[in-house]
Every structure is written in structure tokens, then in C-alpha cells.
């Protein structure tokens, strides 16, 4: 039945392929009396609202690329925000939106974020491609606007956002409003692009300028005061451990600290945003280099202080990033710098290791301490995977942080933020924090329900946090833990931990792969293709399959294994293990957490 319900309908319906493959694996395991009551149900769900959806002609649709959650709740407090105006609005992710429907959309707003070396998201690459492929249609008839998401400390800052608005115009487009690019303080930015494209609407819904104001910080239902990334919690350093052994050629910490009585919640699968300060060694070379005292007077984005004082909590100077440069060379008119940001690949390769000292001290130039200032980037949060469960450290958070140290052109260098609580917070100091909640990136709901975890070095940081919601309740779904780092003697992050769940049975299997333990490197992805058949066998068990690291070589080398084991097991052919994959994509059953 299922079958033929698929190949007279389903095929010819308003569905994209990656929904198609979701409803063709779920409705073919349905025996007759299970598809007869899911009719019944969804003719009654039918009648309930889901997400935001009109009319697609009049409607403006909100349509976001996500990765860690930020363009999604960006985009929904959009579609709040034209609700509260009274336009109606279609919200949608790009992983479940049917490209047939551009044809009947008038109104576009794109929020999307950049990954990688400029790569799209994952639920955004299907659409991406389609718009830059030979079906792509005529959109003469719409206009629209894009927010970019990204991190100006990479060459390709926002490119995905880019290429989605260059595409909209070659496709005949009208931009409603232009092009908004946000760094990674991205709020004052998503509050220009907002009021921009509400000022643009306002003609044609007779909105009242003072109908349109700027979005205001999210406040607590109880009254209590609330804390975020422009307010964060001064959180005391409760406990700070170096959980590498003494030989090791790393350092990576587990940091605990008091939320006190702010009321602040978190998820399995949260992170948590810290801000550092630089240290006053950098900022008296800076000083120094630019011919200043540091005592000089400045009007920094937190209010007027003194250009030391700015420096140390208020702007970055390591790492070095395109805005940078790009500010420097139109200000100072050096032709070699001039050269370097036309050219991306020239800019990518100056950026590298390098910092704002080295920056000034290779291309001296007379700057005030005001004028400096504009240069730079404010100082912007790093974001951490919490390694803790609520249910288990009330009032606490965890964090595990990999202390990155480097020599560059001549100088010791070390990370922002890693180094930051590495070398000058103690415990019992205080430092500014708040809680990044990821909808990407979370344990399933059902507590029967398998677990795969996948991780390398502080990747294991999320997974302690979802054993241990696992271990206070009644969960009674399998675990499994892929884990990789160099040395089993000196890397085996929680070690101790992991061996306990092990015991009690809270975590049924565990593999590790440690690289530097043998001659021939051996790292997670070999795990995980040595165990293949158990692996897949899980998977069609219904498994979720997590993993977190480093994306541009841990992550995708993961993928890539997976792949091949649905091949392999599956007995599938390339295209239809993509579309098994694409499948758990669309489930949730495939979720990443990658930097």
C-alpha cells in the first residue's frame, strides 16, 4: 500500500528529495493498519498551525541556512517580529524548503550562515546548488533581501550569504534591501538589517515609523534579570584541571564554574559563550609600536576610557582578520597591502599566524588612538560545548578547553580566549559568560533511542554532557562512543568517567583511536569503518549519529566513512547511501557540531 500511495503521489507532490527519501524509508516499514491511523491523524493535525505559514504569494517568507542554531533564531524572532506588525509570513529552513515554491514568492528573506573555507551549511547545500544549476527559474517577479552569518577572522567572511544574494540578482531578482553582513557580535548588524527591510515594507503596509523599533534584549516571564551575549554572568572559577598527562604535547582544561543564583539554563548540546581580555604584554606592544602612552582618552562601543583599558576588554588583536587588514590598507594606502586584500588567496595566506602587532610593525603608520580603535574588531565571545548536565550540577557549567600556543613570524603566540584562561584566571576569579543554545546539536527526546557519539580531543565535551542526562534519568537507549586523540597514556579525556559508565552499562560500547600510539596514524574514521557492520546494524535500529570537532578534516573524513559503511552494509550504491544520509539529515539522526 505504502508503496503505491509513494509512486501516485508523493512523487508528484510539493516535496523536496530529501523529504521524499524521509517519507519513502518511514511509510514503506507501515503495515495497513498503521497507515490507516496515521491518515486519520494527520487529517486531524492538519487543522493545527504549524510554523508560521500564509498565503506564499502574500506571504514574506523567512527562509534560513543554520548550522549552530544562530540564523534560525534569528530567523524566528524575523518572523515575531512581522507577525507583531500584522504581515503574514511563511518561516522555513533551506533543508525542508521545496524550490518549486520560488515561483510563488514575491518576498524573500534569506538568513544564512557561511561554514568551513566558505561553504554552506548542510541543510543550505541542496538549495545552494539548485539555485546555481541549469533548473534554476527566472525571479523576476520576487524581491528579497540576505543577512550573511559569519566570522571575519576567515578570508572568506559571509560567502555563503554572498553568493546566495549574487545568485538572487543574476536569477532577476530585485534586492528589497541590500546585502547586511554580520561578524560574530552579529545582533547591532541583524538590528540595521531588520529596521532596513521593515522601512522598505512599510509603503506598501502602511506601517508607522514608530510601529518599527529595534529589537530589544530578551527578557525573563518571571521578571528576574536575564543574561546573554550582551550581558553576560560574571561566573566564579570554581575548578581548573589539566586533564592531559604530564608528557603530553597538549593541554586541555576542564573548567567548572558557579552560575550562582542567575537562573541560567542550559541543554545538552548548549555552548557556552566566554569573553577574554587581552594581555596587558600585547597591548603595551601595540601601544608602544604605534607611538602612544596607552593613557590616551578613546570613545570605545562600551563608552569613553582609556585607550589601555579598551584594549584589554574591548577589542581583539589576535587573531588577525580580514576587516583588519582591509580597514589598514584603504587608511594607510600601502600598495602591498593594497594587493593583498583584491586578492582572496593572497589574503588568506597574509592572515595566516598573524596578529594586529604584526600587522603595524610590518607597515608602520602615524594613527591616533581614536582612529586605531575603528580598525579593530570588538571583542567577540569564544563558544565552548558544555561538558555538564544540569541534572547532575545544579547551579554549575563545564567547559573543556584545548589551550592553543604557536610560534609566527618570529613570536610566541598563543589563542584568545584559550590562553586567556589558561595562563591568567585562577580559580576563584570571575569571567564573563553566557549560554548559546544549539537546536542543532541535541539527544534525542525518546530515551530508548541509540546513541552513536563520534569525537576527537574536546569533542568529547558534549557527549559527557548527554551520558550524564542519560545517567539521571531512566533512559534506557544504548550508547555507543567513537573517541580519538594522539596518546592513550597522556589523552584520554575523562577517562576515569568513561570507564565508570562502561561499568554500569550507561554506556554499552566504546572505541578509541589513538594516533601518535603506532607507527600507522589510526584516528576515529578507521574505528568506525572497522566496525562497520555493527555500526549500520545500529542505524537501522534507529540510532542517532552525533559528531563533534574539527570540521574541515576530522568531520568530513567521518562523513566520508559513513558513507562508506552504508555502501558496504547497506548494499547501496553511492547515490543511494546519499540519500540514506540525507534521510537521517532530515530526521535529525545525522547532527554535527564542528569548528
Keep these: 500500500m505504502s508503496g ?122 541542496a538549495f545552494h546548488n539548485y539555485l546555481h544549476g541549469k533548473r534554476a527559474p527566472s525571479l523576476g517577479h520576487m524581491k528579497y533581501s540576505v543577512l550573511a552569518l559569519g566570522d571575519s577572522s576567515y ?47 512599510s509603503q506598501s503596509h502602511a506601517l508607522s515609523a514608530n510601529s518599527i523599533e529595534k529589537m530589544v534584549p530578551e527578557t525573563s516571564e518571571m521578571g528576574f534579570r536575564t543574561y546573554d551575549r550582551k550581558t553576560p554572568y560574571e561566573a566564579e572559577v570554581l575548578q581548573k584541571i589539566n586533564l592531559n598527562g604530564r608528557n603530553s604535547t597538549k593541554e586541555t582544561l576542564h573548567i567548572e564554574l558557579d552560575l550562582g543564583d542567575s537562573r541560567i539554563q542550559y541543554q545538552p548540546g548548549d555552548a557556552l559563550g566566554v569573553y577574554a581580555h587581552n594581555p596587558d604584554e600585547l597591548i603595551m606592544e601595540v601601544v608602544e609600536t604605534l607611538g602612544l602612552t596607552g593613557t590616551e582618552n578613546v570613545t570605545s562601543h562600551t563608552g569613553e576610557k582609556s585607550l589601555m583599558e579598551a584594549l584589554r576588554t574591548d577589542y581583539e588583536l589576535t587573531p588577525l582578520t580580514g576587516g583588519n587588514v582591509i580597514r589598514y590598507a584603504k587608511l594607510t594606502k600601502d600598495p602591498r597591502l593594497e594587493k593583498i586584500v583584491d586578492d582572496n588567496m593572497e589574503l588568506l595566506e597574509y592572515l595566516r599566524g598573524r596578529d594586529v602587532l604584526d600587522m603595524i610593525r610590518e607597515t608602520p603608520f602615524k594613527l591616533s588612538a581614536e582612529t586605531f580603535i575603528t580598525l579593530l574588531r570588538k571583542n567577540s565571545p569564544r563558544l565552548y560545548s558544555i561538558a555538564s548536565s544540569s541534572e547532575v550540577y545544579e547551579n554549575e557549567v563545564h567547559i573543556l578547553v584545548s589551550t592553543v600556543r604557536y610560534k609566527a613570524h618570529g613570536r610566541n603566540k598563543g589563542g584568545h580566549c584559550s590562553t586567556y584562561m589558561a595562563d591568567r584566571i585562577q580559580e576563584g576569579d570571575r569571567i564573563s559568560v553566557f549560554v548559546e543554545h544549539n537546536s542543532r546539536f541535541k539527544p534525542p527526546v525518546e530515551l530508548d533511542v541509540p546513541m552513536i557519539m563520534v569525537g576527537a580531543g574536546t569533542g568529547i565535551a558534549p557527549y559527557r554532557s548527554f551520558i550524564q542526562q542519560r545517567q539521571s534519568g531512566t533512559a534506557q537507549g544504548k550508547t555507543w562512543l567513537f573517541f580519538g586523540d594522539r596518546n592513550f597514556s597522556t589523552d584520554f579525556l575523562y577517562q576515569t568517567e568513561w570507564l565508570e559508565y562502561l561499568k554500569k552499562g550507561t554506556l554499552a560500547r566504546a572505541d578509541v583511536a589513538f594516533s601518535r600510539d603506532q607507527e600507522e596514524k589510526v584516528y576515529v574514521q578507521d574505528r568506525l569503518l572497522e566496525k562497520g557492520k555493527e555500526v549500520y546494524q545500529w542505524l537501522e535500529e534507529g540510532a542517532y549519529f552525533y559528531v563533534c570537532g574539527d570540521a574541515q578534516k576530522m568531520a568530513k573524513d567521518v562523513n566520508h566513512a559513513l558513507r562508506s559503511i552504508i555502501m558496504l552494509h547497506g548494499g547501496m550504491t553511492e547515490e543511494k547511501a546519499k540519500e540514506y544520509m540525507d534521510y537521517l539529515r532530515a530526521a535529525d539522526r545525522y547532527q554535527t557540531d564542528v569548528y
Design 155 to 201: 578570508a572568506d567572511f559571509c560567502q555563503t550569504g554572498k553568493e546566495f544574494d549574487k545568485v538572487f540578482e543574476d536569477l532577476g531578482g530585485e534586492r528589497l534591501f541590500g546585502r547586511v553582513d554580520c561578524d560574530v557580535d552579529f545582533e547591532d548588524s541583524y538590528e540595521e538589517w531588520l529596521n532596513g527591510v521593515l522601512n522598505e515594507m
Design 4 to 125: 503505491t500511495l509513494l509512486k501516485g503521489g508523493l512523487e508528484k507532490g510539493p516535496f523536496s528529495k530529501q523529504q521524499l527519501t524521509y517519507l519513502d524509508t518511514s511509510l514503506k516499514s507501515l503495515d495497513t493498519d498503521q497507515l490507516q491511523w496515521l491518515a486519520g491523524f494527520l487529517t486531524s493535525f492538519s487543522r493545527i498551525p504549524m510554523e508560521r505559514v500564509a498565503d506564499p504569494t502574500d506571504s514574506v517568507w523567512v527562509l534560513y541556512g543554520t548550522q549552530t542554531g544562530n540564523s534560525e533564531r534569528l530567523a524566528k524572532l524575523t518572523a515575531e517580529r512581522l507577525d507583531g506588525l500584522g504581515i503574514g509570513n511563511t518561516l522555513c529552513s533551506m533543508g525542508s524548503f521545496n524550490p518549486r515554491e520560488l515561483g510563488k514568492i514575491n518576498r524573500l528573506l534569506v538568513i544564512v550562515s557561511t561554514q568551513g573555507l566558505g561553504e554552506p551549511p548542510v541543510e543550505a547545500e
